[in-house]
């Protein structure tokens, strides 16, 4: 009697201690995809800021092309601190070579001021590589690594990469994989 | 004779109490596993339907699932989408166990249109509704506008 009592006691506990750990794991699991969806919502509203500045680098470019200089524009001190743009609006070059040599200098500036990093930074050619980051809850933050052409007809800021970072964890460990581009 | 019966009457009485304590503990387990099994299947009706607003192809496309869902009365610039599953999580019109509650909201910009949508999976029990899990997903799709 007393042994069936314990192991039904044992028995009890096993199964109470279990469906703990299960149910724990379950929230951890939901908490997880929440901050997983709620990093992709930010990372979207910051691309839609990215968008607006490809567009409105793209406008000051066609602008500043046409006019030789970068009077009149909105961000024109930020844009003559460039070397390469000023090289670029006196140089005998084809308007649509100054055009994209202004382009990408004009992003480059812009985006650097929305914390926009480019790993492989090389003024004056288009399209260019970026990254930013988006934190979320704990230790988590979200890399969106994308392409950015601003005169491309089908999609101005390609995405090609969203990688999860949990700090302190090692990074090299594991190399990102690369996302499907379609047929 | 009657140090037997006394002895015996103490060892159910022991035993009656021991069996309540144990029952507690697994009806308490039981009951841990139910809610497990119900978030675990919340946030896949969650995930499923964030997946399908992350792969809508425009801004004015609905979600299939959200497709055969009954439309709630326009709140401000956002639309409210509810579905109801029953224990098994089979569509019901009937007193359903889970609510899905999906709200889609458009923002637009010069550059684009960025949607965005929140969803919450409500268990209804006793008359009252808690919340189970709750995403929001986000698709932004640029305009189009010629070099």
């Known amino acids: 009697m007393i042994f069936v009592v314990l192991c039904l006691t044992a028995f009890g506990i096993l199964s109470y201690i279990t469906a703990g750990s299960d149910y724990r794991l379950s929230e951890k699991t939901a908490q997880n995809e929440q901050d997983y969806y709620d990093m992709l919502r930010q990372s979207e509203k910051k691309l839609q800021t990215i968008d607006a500045a490809v567009l409105q680098a793209r406008s000051d470019a066609q602008r500043a092309s046409a006019s030789g200089s970068c009077d009149g524009l909105t961000d024109g001190g930020d844009y003559r601190s460039v070397p390469a743009v000023e090289t670029a609006l006196k140089s005998s070059e084809p308007p649509a070579d100054k055009c994209r040599t202004c382009c990408a200098a004009f992003l480059q500036t812009r985006l650097v001021k929305q914390g926009v990093t480019f790993p492989n930074p090389s003024v004056g050619t288009l399209p260019v590589n970026a990254e930013f980051s988006v934190a979320g809850d704990g230790n988590r933050s979200m890399r969106v690594s994308l392409v950015i052409d601003p005169f491309s007809e089908k999609e101005r800021c390609r995405v090609t990469g969203r990688e999860v970072i949990v700090s302190g964890q090692d990074q090299e460990s594991e190399s990102a994989l690369g996302l499907w581009s379609g047929n | ?147």
């Open chain 2, 1 to 147: 004779m009657n140090s037997f019966f006394l002895e015996m009457i103490l060892v159910i009485l022991f035993f009656s109490v021991s069996v309540t304590v144990t029952a507690q503990l697994f009806v308490s387990a039981a009951a841990r596993a139910g809610q497990s099994r119900d978030l675990s299947a919340a946030l896949l009706q969650a995930q499923n339907l964030a997946e399908q607003v992350r792969g809508i192809s425009s801004p004015d496309e609905l979600p299939v699932m959200l497709s055969v869902s009954s439309l709630q009365p326009e709140t401000g610039s956002s639309r409210v989408y509810r579905l109801e599953y029953d224990k098994n999580w089979r569509r019901t019109e009937k007193n359903p166990k889970f609510t899905v509650e999906v709200s889609l909201n458009k923002t637009g910009s010069g550059s684009g249109t960025l949607v965005e949508a929140d969803i919450e999976v409500l268990r209804n029990q006793s008359g009252s509704a808690s919340r189970l899990v709750s995403l929001h997903p986000a698709k932004y799709f640029p305009g189009t506008s010629q070099p």
